[in-house]
DNA sequence: CAACAAAGAGCCATATTATGCACTTTAACG
DNA sequence: CGTTAAAGTGCATAATATGGCTCTTTGTTG
């Protein structure tokens, strides 16, 4: 999967549990900078991040 | 798909195609030390690093 | 055992990510 | 227009990934 497509999933799950940046970011113990960083395109996060992420969507990286 | 199942799976992958780590390293523009710390699970490589791995193999990151 | 290939690990320099803070932009209201 | 919430951005620093080189360990084969 492509890394943009990737990001719209994450991101539309998110708006779909209307989940805040914010407040995911506090959920996944990711920070809030990383968060954004990543959802608008600009990021290369670690996998670790990644899957921080998607654990609290719900998701999962395979 | 936890961390440790997600290693087992490229390494594996990776040996039925009888390819060594120096070659993929090759074939994927990876660090050989990279693709290394990876395999043996030190690792925690960015998103760039394991799609670069898993497009030669075949793979997917979905 | 000796020899070889592949994998793992230490050291170290450089590049990049992760993060917080403050500020700006955008969008949706009244 | 003013207000507010959410998202995006600039900047600095700490932490971590990357990657080359070298050495060690492991596994296989004669």
């Given amino acids: 999967m492509h890394f943009n497509e990737l ?3 994450v991101k539309k ?4 549990l209307q989940v805040t940046q ?4 506090e959920l996944s113990g990711v920070g809030l900078r990383t968060l ?3 959802e608008s395109g600009k990021g ?5 991040t990644l899957q ?3 654990d609290v969507l ?3 990286v395979t």
Same sequence: chains 1, 2.
């Avoid at 799950?13 to 779909?16: A, D, H, N, T």
């Avoid at 914010?22 to 970011?25: F, R, S, V």
Wanted: glycine residues 4%; charged residues 30%; aromatic residues 4%.
């Fill in 22 to 25: 914010e407040t995911l970011a």
């Fill in 44 to 48: 290369n996060p670690t996998l670790l």
């Fill in 7 to 9: 990001i719209k999933i």
């Fill in 13 to 16: 799950r998110r708006e779909v």
């Fill in 52 to 54: 921080k992420i998607t």
């Fill in 36 to 38: 954004k960083q990543f």
């Fill in 58 to 60: 719900g998701m999962e």
